[in-house]
Every structure is written in C-alpha cells, then in structure tokens.
C-alpha cells in the first residue's frame, strides 16, 4: 500500500513562455484515490498531461512504479484517461469504443466481447452495446468513456475533470460511483477537479495547487480543518480570513480584541492570517460576546443559514441553523480550537 | 405534414433550375427533329462508347490524384493554428478566383514545345519533352483546376476530428499509424466521398480542359456534347441523349460504391 506508483521530481513545464508548474515534487501511492485542486490555471491539468505522455515537462522526471518513463508516448504508458470532454470515437457504437484498446492489443474477440461485458455491468450500461455515441445521454457517455478506459486495466487512472458537464444530482450520483468503482478495482486514481466538495467526498488525499506550486497535501480533513495557508482555506470551503497579530504562544489579537488560541512557534508580534469557518462563529447573547457586530444581510441556504455581519469595519460570515434579523447587534463567540493562526503568504 | 410557404421559393427555383430543364433534356434524347417519339438518339450513343470510358477513366485518374494528394494537406491544414490554416485555405483558394479559361490557357504556354517548362529544361541541355495535348496534360489540368473542390470537404472535415479524440485513441495504446487507421480515416470518410464526388463529375463531362491541353486526339464525352449544342454537328437530340446516359453512368457508379449510403457518419461528427 505504501508502495509510489507514481513520482514526480522537480517538474517544470511551460505553455507559451510562461511558467505553469514550477518544480513540483509529488509521490502518488499504489491504489489511493488523488484530487489534484485549484483554481484554473494551477497547473492540474498540465500535471494530469504530464503524467498521461501528453505534454514533456522542461526539467524534471517522471516515474512510474520506480522506472524513469521521460520521453515515452502515451500509447507505451500503462494509464489511461478521462478525458473532460469525454472523446468518445463518434464513428463507433458503445461496444466498439469500450473494445478499442484491446483491439489494439490483439485480444482474441471472445476475450474482448467477455471483457467489454463486464466493463459495461461495472457502470452500469448493459445492454447499450450498440447504440451509437450520439443517441447517449452525458452521463452515459461519460460511463462509456470510464469504462473505456478501465478496460484497459491500467495501474492508473486519470480523469480530468470528468464531472465537468453533469448537473448537479448526476454529478453526485457519478462521484459515489467511481469512488465504488476504484475500491473495487483496487487502482490508483489521479482526479482533477476545481470543486473542493468533489475533492473532499472521493479522495483518500487531496493536493491542493496554486500557479504551479503545491500548497497542501493531505486528506481531505486535514485539508479542511487544517488548512496550511490562507489560500487553501479560502479555496476549501468558506472562510473568514482576518489580519491579525500573534502576541506571544497561545495569543492572538484581531478585531481589535486578544483571543486565547492553540497555536504556536510564531515571532513575538508576527503579522498573521487568522482563519475561522463560518459555522465555527457562535451567535451568542451581546454582552456574553468576545465580538459583537450589525447583522447586514441573512440569506437561506437549505441546511443553514448565511448571516453577513459588520463588525465594525470587519466582515464576518456566520453559518447558523438560526436566522437573525438583519440591522440587529449580535454577540459572536469562537472557541480557541477553531481559531486557525497560519503564516502570511507572500504574494 | 404541412407544407411551410418559406418553402416555396426553393420549390419555384428547384422546378424551373432543375425539374424543366431535366425534362426538356429527356424530351430532346428521347425526340427526333420533328418531334416524334424515337430511341435512335439514345442508340446512337453507342457510337461514342470509347470516348464516354475514356472520360470516365481520365476523370477517375484525376480523382485518385487530387484524393493522394490533397489528403495530407488537408490533414496538415486541420492540424494547423488558426490563423496560419486560415491564411494557406486562402491561397488553396486564390487560383479559383481566377477565370477557368485563363488558367488553362496559362498551362498552355507553360507547356506547349517551347514552352516555359522547355525552355528552362533546354538551359540544362535537355531536350523538350512532349507535354501538350497528351493525356498526361489533361489528367494535370484537372488535378489543378478540380483539386480545390478536394480540399474543401477534406478540411472541413477534418477540422472537426477532436484533438482529444487523437488523445484518447493514442492514450489506448494507438500508435500513429493506428491513430490514422483507426480514426483519422474512419471520420474523414465523409469528406473523402464528398471531395470524390465534387471532383469526378465536373472531371467526367469537362471539355476545355480536353481541348486546350488534350488537343483533337484526346476528346472527351464533354467536347461531344458540346458539338451537338454549339459545334457543327448541331444535333441536340442527340447531345441530351449522351447527357442523359452520362448521369445514368455517374449515378450508377456512385450507388454501385455506396456513396449515398451511409450518410449518419456526417451527422455523428457534427
């Protein structure tokens, strides 16, 4: 289990003279579920191509289960993709696109036809052996193009944001379904994404990126609860993020108002980013509260509800199951544990 | 179903472009001089025989020559940015906006006996080649002057074979050759038969290019034609009875190859 399938060593890639991964070093363990995460223009995809055969990197290696694989095409590589688009053979009906690869391989046709049959049970489109590409709906076509891939067999999967065109249910429904599918298949899959919800629900780790650079990597509680910089906890989820100052270990001043907190091994009045989670701020009666602040505006969000609050030339977002009234002063509490000190980012 | 009125421009023209002259072509082969019911002119055809497959085989060369090679350059053209397949599509295009008759004039002199070609051949010491009114000539005055008719549908085509459709194929283990014959090929198949028909019927009932480059001994079914109607044999009777075998011909070989089947492929690309 903690064997790397896959290393990458001070990789840099660039697309039109500019930079989009800069030395990036990453070890991909045999069987786990990876999400690369970020906003477009991180280098996720570019990384995805590099380790598909698709783009060469400048500098740096690729390797795969321990040998060099630089240089070496795609067709030669033991992975497969998704493709975001899906790319599907419109030339061929479901059996054949799902047959391709092992064509290509020489398999003797009953192989193939047992083997395109089982895949099809595995996402479920028995019996859509024959119709044609076009007559598929999104999903489907997005199972066809899974199933066409993991035919193959391949020691890694790699889907590049293959989620991308469904609606919302359907995108939820596919997500439990490759996470069912990589466990029972018991392969490494390396996911793209820039919806932290779909990185958070299916990935044993998560590997946040920004221009090129890792920001974090771990599973997705400790990218959540843990969050390593600002900019992952602003891209993980919401976020009040506030300037603050760290007074000494276990104290810290922001809003104006000192606060007990957990973290330490910073310099004496260091210059810090304090990040709290809007359902960690409890509304509390005014003159209990360590912060108090106008509510601006209370929008309904189904589970919870989101209160804008103004605390003083400070915004806060509040999740509360309780609504508030806006133009009212509340009372705000936050407990030490759920005050985040991270380092400010140079930018 | 109801019948739309948008329609009804389309239906005028198609019956007075294409319904009565189809039938005033029918009437004439199947019609003597002074009207009467006859079949001689369609008899008569026979005659013509040699030189009706003469211009299917010349026309069918042609085809197979613009086919060999405007398919790479299409390919290329396809594969290229924007802006640089842009600009070469133009200058594809840039001889067509030159009149035919000028063009194949401009052969004419490039390669009559002492000609541009033989002139700069005898600068070598070599001695002048015979060029004009071969079949070699007619055969490449239709390469050039069909040849864009062949590039077009390729192109169009072509463009829209995803890249990520290349990817995928090569991602399962295409190698390049692989890539091309299992997809390149299969969804360029529409243009192909597009292109071939595009170039092949205009090839086939040709007649300036036959006789601007052919000379008098390679007459095509194009220059027969044309001398019922404007030459003076002036008998168009039986000038619309080879018209009309002609079509049947084209017609006949084209569902022989099956080029009107299969038409779904055209829609799945798009």
């Known amino acids: 289990m903690e064997k790397n399938i896959i290393s990458l060593r001070g990789i840099v890639a660039e697309y039109d003279g500019e930079r989009v991964l800069d030395g990036l070093d990453l070890d991909i363990r045999d069987e786990e579920f990876v999400t690369f995460l970020g906003p477009s223009g991180c280098g996720k995809t570019t990384t995805l191509r590099i380790i598909g055969g698709f783009i060469e990197p400048k500098e740096g290696d690729v390797f795969f289960d321990g040998k060099k694989i630089n240089g070496l095409p795609p067709y030669q590589r033991h992975v497969n993709t998704v493709f975001q688009r899906y790319a599907l053979f419109p030339h061929l009906d479901v059996f054949e696109n799902v047959a391709f690869g092992l064509k290509l391989k020489k398999m003797p046709k009953e192989q193939i036809a047992d083997k395109v049959e089982e895949m099809l049970k595995l996402v479920n489109l028995s019996g859509f052996e024959s119709r044609s590409i076009n007559q598929l709906s999104g999903g489907q076509q997005q199972r066809v193009a899974i199933a066409r891939a993991l035919v193959n067999e391949p020691k890694v999967l790699l889907l590049d944001e293959p989620l991308g065109a469904l609606d919302l249910k359907l995108r939820k429904e596919m997500q439990l379904e490759l996470k069912r599918i990589q466990q029972s298949l018991k392969i490494t899959f390396i996911y793209v994404t820039h919806d932290q919800e779909e990185a958070l629900t299916m990935s044993d780790r998560v590997v946040v990126m920004k221009r090129g650079e890792i920001m974090q990597i771990g599973t997705p509680q400790d990218i959540y609860n843990e969050p390593a910089n600002a900019f992952v906890a602003d891209f993980i989820g919401e976020s009040n993020i506030v300037d603050g100052v760290m007074h000494k270990d276990f104290l810290v001043e922001f809003a104006g108002v000192e606060f007990d907190c957990v973290d330490k091994g910073f310099e004496t009045d260091e210059q810090v980013d304090v990040v709290i989670r809007p359902e960690d701020i409890k509304v509390v009666p005014v003159d209990e509260a360590q912060l108090t602040g106008l509510v601006e505006s209370v929008t309904f969000k189904g589970v919870h509800y989101e209160i804008a609050v103004d605390g003083h030339g400070q915004k806060w977002i509040i999740h509360s199951t309780l609504s508030q009234t806006p133009g009212t002063l509340i009372g705000m509490m936050v407990t030490p544990e759920d005050i985040h000190i991270m380092k400010k980012m140079e930018e | ?270």
């Not at chain 2, 600068?123 to 864009?148: C, D, H, K, R, S």
């Not at chain 2, 109607?229 to 190859?257: D, E, K, Q, R």
Request: aromatic share 10%.
């Open chain 2, 1 to 270: 179903m109801k019948m739309k009125y948008a329609a009804y421009p389309y239906i005028i023209w198609l019956i007075v472009f294409m319904a009565i002259p189809m039938g005033l072509i029918i009437y004439f082969a199947l019609t003597d001089a002074s009207g009467a019911f006859t079949i001689a002119n369609i008899a008569q055809t026979g005659r013509y025989m040699p030189v009706l497959i003469r211009s299917i085989w010349l026309a069918t060369i042609s085809t197979a020559v613009c086919l060999v090679l405007a398919y790479p350059l299409s390919y290329m053209l396809s594969r290229m940015q924007g802006l640089t397949s842009r600009t070469l599509l133009t200058l594809v295009m840039l001889p067509m906006w030159m009149n035919f008759l000028l063009r194949t004039y401009a052969w004419m002199t490039l390669l009559e006996k002492n000609g541009i070609i033989n002139q700069i051949l005898g600068v070598f010491g070599i001695e002048p080649l015979t060029m004009i009114n071969t079949q070699g000539a007619v055969i490449m005055g239709m390469v050039y002057n069909y040849i864009p008719f062949m590039i077009l549908p390729l192109h169009s085509v072509m463009v829209k074979i995803g890249k990520d459709v290349i990817e995928a194929a090569q991602d399962l283990g295409a190698s390049p050759a692989s890539v091309f014959s299992q997809v390149i090929l299969p969804l360029s198949m529409p243009g192909v038969r597009t292109g071939i028909t595009m170039v092949f019927v205009p090839a086939v009932s040709t007649f300036v290019i036959s006789q601007m480059l052919g000379g008098g001994t390679n007459q095509l079914i194009g220059d027969i034609i044309e001398l019922q109607f404007l030459g003076n044999a002036y008998n168009p009777s039986l000038g619309s009875a080879i018209s009309m075998v002609l079509m049947v011909l084209v017609l006949l070989c084209m569902s022989l190859t099956g080029f009107f089947d299969d038409d779904d492929v055209e829609d799945r690309l798009i």
